[in-house]
Nanobody, 115 residues
Framework: VQLQASGGGLVQAGGSLNLSCVTSGFTFESYAMGWFRQSPGKEREFVAAISWRTDSRDYADTAKGRFTISRDNARKTVYLQMNSLKPEDSAVYYC?????????WGQGTLVTVSS
């Protein structure tokens, strides 16, 4: 099982980034997918999630109105479009896949938002 996140980088406040997480080794279309983030000294926190059928999305209050999660089941990829970025969005972002039986994590991608 692999979840490969990419798309992080350094961006100025107010800018945008689009994170991608390419997966393999499991039945992607049968898993809910999510993004979490972790800043130094803080616990990992939920950012956004999308159901396996794409008809349900959930966002942390800090992400609502600025971030959009989407998935492409054919490409086995989940995305996180992040707009109007703030310095407090700086963190390592992780993608996650889960269902009733399994819970998979990828390595993170670093997002740094400068003020």
């Amino acid at each position: 099982v692999q979840l490969q996140a990419s798309g992080g980088g350094l961006v100025q406040a107010g800018g945008s980034l689009n994170l991608s997480c390419v997966t393999s080794g499991f039945t992607f279309e049968s898993y809910a997918m999510g993004w979490f983030r972790q800043s130094p000294g803080k616990e990992r926190e939920f950012v956004a999630a999308i159901s396996w059928r794409t008809d349900s999305r959930d966002y942390a209050d800090t992400a609502k109105g600025r971030f959009t999660i989407s998935r492409d089941n054919a490409r086995k990829t989940v995305y996180l479009q992040m707009n109007s970025l703030k310095p407090e969005d700086s963190a390592v972002y992780y993608c996650n896949a889960w269902n009733m039986n399994n819970d998979y994590w990828g390595q993170g991608t670093l997002v740094t938002v400068s003020s």
